[in-house]
């Protein structure tokens, strides 16, 4: 059963940067496309960037330029770089995963514990 932990969340000031980390518990980790999604408080949970078993790359256009996504295959990890926060950006932050393909839907069965994020102006 896969299993995904979040790490990375944090205090930043605006301007500042983030590397958000999903560490997986199963050994076909290359065979997942990794999500990565936000809720804000009193909002709707909306995905912010996937990346495909075949690394191909989505981004929402919020965060284009500001955060790029990438994986390790080997250390069972994806990562999420964010830089230029801005207190829009305030949130906490889910990994999701799903079989091979972007996009990762909110129906998916696989979903990390969340990491807060908060951005201060």
């Known amino acids: 059963q896969l299993q995904l932990v979040e790490s990375g969340g944090g205090l930043v000031h605006v301007g500042g940067s983030l590397r958000l980390s999903c560490a997986a518990s199963?050994?076909?980790?290359?065979?997942?496309?990794i999500g990565w999604f936000r809720q804000a408080p009193g909002k709707e949970r909306e995905g912010v960037s996937c990346i495909s078993r075949g690394e191909n790359i989505h981004y929402a256009d919020s965060v284009k330029g500001r955060f790029t996504v990438s994986r390790d295959n080997a250390g069972n990890t994806a990562y999420l770089q964010m830089n230029s926060l801005k207190p829009e950006d305030t949130a906490v932050y889910y990994c999701a995963a799903d079989w091979y393909y972007c996009p990762v839907t909110l129906e998916t069965n696989y979903w990390g514990q969340g990491t807060q994020v908060t951005v201060s102006s």
């Open positions: 199963v050994d076909n980790f290359k065979d997942y496309a």
